[in-house]
């Protein structure tokens, strides 16, 4: 049974009747979340970005975390290139 906002929207989903996406869904995230997803997005298409983080918002982290010499960490922790963190830092390369 799966209730959304109080309300009881789903009991006992047929994975075999599922459309592939949704039956892919559920193995990677679970029925529930699933539903979550289908009851919120369903009709839209969803264009996830190949970043995980927001590029302004990861420059001002970036700002207050760099410490003059943890650029690789923060490179990593973020998945952005050296160039990109400097630039965000306003490091310049000669």
């Not at 599922?18 to 869904?25: E, K, M, S």
């Not at 995230?29 to 699933?34: S, V």
């Amino acid at each position: 049974m799966y209730k959304f906002e109080g309300e009881v929207l789903y009991v006992g989903v047929e994975k075999e009747n599922l459309q592939d996406i949704y039956g892919q869904l559920v193995d990677l995230i679970g029925e529930e979340a699933m539903l979550k997803l289908f009851t919120v997005y369903r009709g839209q298409q969803l264009t996830l970005p190949m970043r995980m983080y927001a590029g302004d918002k990861v420059a001002k982290s970036v700002k207050k975390q760099f410490n003059g010499h943890n650029i690789a960490e923060l490179m990593h922790k973020y998945d952005y290139s050296q160039r990109w963190i400097s630039k965000a830092i306003g490091q310049r390369n000669n």
